[in-house]
């Protein structure tokens, strides 16, 4: 569907499309109080008022107006915020809306739109055997009418520091135009990357997995370059010697590509 080839629907268009957005964080922590230190760090800057926050804003730019903010901060560690959203104002649709593009940082779109929710979940996460801790967060942003969630991607991103992140989206159900014809898909769109500023992308080695028949669309990003005094906690590099920065630096990386690959890779 192009914006200047609208289809007349039979009623409300009530395809529901969802973006869910898992990012992490890794650190080295080599010792107990590193452990604890960053995880005391996370869930200051990540604490539920601040979630909540941040899933406000994502309301502003799809135009969703919160009904319910259900948040909790739990013990030991890690929060939730979950938000029930209604539709927006009526007005006609931007034909911005329809383009693979990034969305704004964080200007409001107004759109139709109408039973939703937002929410997110904080992971953090260390074993006292393992030297590095991770942080995940992850946000599933639901919603129905002509617009997709994916206007919110460009803010998500920009609202986290991700080493990692895997980005799943998917529209659902049907709508009818006025002949009784179902429509599957009202927008297109080959790829999620399409949706990531080039800023961003650059910054991320991409791949794709994606069912196209299934209007079902996966993409995995790992930061590219890497720079170690960027996962230490409370110290830089300098205070290591040369075989220490390899060793850490190497664990971190495994780290990395096991979380980028979903599968425990064996060390030599």
């Known amino acids: 569907m192009k914006p200047t080839s609208k289809i ?126 991770t942080f995940r967060a992850d946000i599933d942003v639901s919603t129905c009418g002509e617009i997709s969630p994916l206007k919110a991607l460009n803010y998500l991103i920009h609202s986290f520091e991700a080493d990692i992140m895997t980005l799943d989206y998917r529209v659902r159900g049907f709508t009818r135009d006025v002949n009784g014809r179902k429509l599957y898909i009202d927008h297109d769109i080959s790829s999620i990357q399409n949706y990531i500023p080039d800023d961003v992308a650059g910054a991320y080695d991409m791949i794709d997995v994606n069912v196209y028949q299934e209007h079902i669309f996966h993409t995995k990003c790992k930061l590219r370059e890497f720079d170690l005094n960027q996962y230490l906690f409370g110290y830089t590099k300098d205070k290591l010697g040369p075989e220490e920065q390899r060793d850490i630096a190497d664990r971190l990386k495994a780290e990395m590509d096991e979380i980028f690959y979903g599968k425990n890779i064996r060390r030599t």
Request: charged residues 20%; hydrophobic residues 35%.
């Open 8 to 133: 007349t629907l039979h009623g409300f268009n009530n395809l529901t499309k969802s973006l869910s957005f898992n990012l992490y964080d890794v650190c080295y922590t080599g010792t107990k109080d590193e452990r604890e230190a960053y995880i005391a760090y996370i869930d200051e800057q990540y604490n539920a008022d601040r979630l909540t926050h941040i899933l406000n804003t994502v309301a502003d730019i799809i135009g969703a107006h919160p009904l319910n903010v259900a948040q909790q901060d739990y013990v030991p560690q890690g929060a939730s915020v979950t938000m029930l959203v209604s539709e927006g104002p009526v007005v006609e649709v931007p034909p911005s809306s329809f383009e693979e593009s990034p969305g704004p940082l964080p200007e409001n779109v107004v759109i139709q739109l109408d039973k939703s929710h937002i929410t997110v979940h904080t992971y953090p996460e260390f074993h006292p055997d393992v030297e590095i801790s």
